[in-house]
């Protein structure tokens, strides 16, 4: 088994770590900077799996992917940024909440998944007419995968 203990302590113990730890204020600004930058990720992420599932009646896929993309990689840069800062104000503690385990491997699940989606959404559908059903599967399960990072980040606060 890998141990990661030295690891999680070795950015527990960063300066910035610890500014973000004895500041009054830098945890609560990056809690709020993590909320925003959940809002600009998975807000367009549903709004384009809705479009795949047909629930939403916008023009096509393609148009949509291209107004709602950049702003999931402006929300994802936010929330990556801010977490890895909140990660490392008590890296130790993180690292054991399995909460924030199972987050981490929902986050990775949800990014095979929309790699997987663009790479088979490129080949056979165009974005325009009838979406095949196995994107329609893979849209539905992006909600549920993002869904459930949210509830996972959110029990960080309750599990020990």
Not at 1 to 17: G, K, Q, V, W, Y
Request: net charge negative.
């Amino acid at each position: 088994m890998i141990e990661f203990e030295p690891l999680l302590r070795a950015i527990h113990d960063l300066p910035l770590s610890e500014f973000v730890r004895g500041s009054v204020w830098a945890y609560p600004i990056l809690e709020m900077l993590h909320l925003v930058g959940l809002g600009l990720l998975f807000g367009p992420i549903v709004i384009f799996d809705l479009r795949i599932l047909g629930v939403i009646r916008i023009s096509g896929a393609a148009t949509v992917a291209s107004l709602l993309l950049p702003w999931v990689w402006i929300g994802f840069a936010i929330n990556a940024t801010s977490g890895l800062l909140l990660f490392g104000s008590d890296a130790l503690e993180f690292g054991d909440n399995p909460a924030f385990q199972v987050k981490m491997g929902l986050i990775f699940a949800s990014g095979l998944n929309a790699a997987i989606f663009q790479l088979r959404a490129q080949q056979p559908y165009d974005g325009v007419g009838p979406v095949p059903t196995s994107l329609r599967f893979q849209a539905a399960l992006s909600i549920i995968l993002w869904l459930s990072v949210i509830v996972a980040g959110r029990l960080i606060a309750y599990v020990a």
